[in-house]
């Protein structure tokens, strides 16, 4: 009897396991899908998901840290909104850069944003309502964890290799398992 509750235990912490691993492994991959594939140029329900690329946001935001990003009116930034944009110019041209809105002109007709990184000594160049992606809304901490875990080569291993190499064993042993039942109830 008692086997037979330790075996069930057992059935539910795996089965419970491979849940969550597949959830995680779905959430990174989506992670990965926003960012590689579509390079942020979509949205999905006007949010963007960003990983951190540099450390001119330091304390708010370290390197590796993952960010949703959501849209919003032009009109409604406020100084002080971490503002997300593609920069246009010198070294930030092509860059998806996130620093913090300092000021703002209003010329009648466009919205432009002066930023700034937290570390940074210098604004940022103007930013055109154009090259705005969003502000940050919100830093998982959880997928911010994983990302720096996959950015670390020791990391991804046991966070990716070893679970995965986990799962197959133990689908090796329900093979193995089944195989030997079959055998043994035809020697029957």
């Not at 991959?29 to 006007?46: T, Y």
């Not at 503002?83 to 246009?88: Q, S």
């Not at 997928?143 to 950015?151: E, G, Q």
């Given at each position: 009897?008692?086997?037979?509750?330790?075996?069930?235990?057992?059935?539910?912490?795996?089965?419970?396991?491979?849940?969550?691993?597949?959830?995680?492994?779905?959430?990174?991959?989506?992670?990965?899908?926003?960012?590689?594939?579509?390079?942020?140029?979509?949205?999905?329900?006007?949010?963007?998901?960003?990983?951190?690329?540099?450390?001119?946001?330091?304390?708010?935001?370290?390197i590796g840290d993952v960010i949703i990003v959501g849209q919003k009116d032009y009109d409604k930034i406020e100084v002080g909104d971490d503002l997300v944009y593609e920069g246009k110019v010198?070294?930030?041209?092509?860059?998806?850069?996130?620093?913090?809105?300092?000021?703002?002109?209003?010329?009648?007709?466009?919205?432009?944003?002066?930023?700034?990184?937290?570390?940074?000594?210098?604004?940022?160049?103007?930013?055109?309502?154009?090259?705005?992606?969003?502000?940050?809304?919100?830093?998982?901490?959880?997928?911010?964890?994983?990302?720096?875990i996959l950015l670390n080569s020791f990391g991804f291993y046991f966070l990716v290799f070893v679970p995965i190499a986990f799962l197959v064993f133990l689908e090796i042993l329900d093979f193995?398992?089944?195989?030997?039942?079959?055998?043994?109830?035809?020697?029957?």
């Amino acid at each position: 009897m008692k086997e037979m509750m330790n075996n069930k235990f057992i059935k539910i912490f795996l089965t419970i396991f491979r849940v969550l691993f597949w959830i995680v492994v779905i959430m990174i991959l989506g992670v990965i899908i926003m960012q590689k594939v579509f390079d942020n140029k979509i949205a999905f329900k006007n949010i963007r998901i960003f990983t951190v690329a540099t450390g001119s946001m330091l304390p708010e935001y370290k390197i590796g840290d993952v960010i949703i990003v959501g849209q919003k009116d032009y009109d409604k930034i406020e100084v002080g909104d971490d503002l997300v944009y593609e920069g246009k110019v010198a070294s930030y041209k092509d860059k998806i850069i996130t620093h913090r809105v300092i000021s703002i002109n209003y010329n009648g007709k466009n919205y432009d944003y002066t930023t700034q990184g937290i570390n940074n000594p210098e604004p940022d160049p103007i930013v055109n309502q154009s090259q705005v992606y969003g502000v940050v809304k919100y830093k998982p901490i959880t997928l911010s964890i994983i990302s720096h875990i996959l950015l670390n080569s020791f990391g991804f291993y046991f966070l990716v290799f070893v679970p995965i190499a986990f799962l197959v064993f133990l689908e090796i042993l329900d093979f193995i398992k089944s195989k030997e039942e079959k055998i043994n109830n035809e020697g029957v």
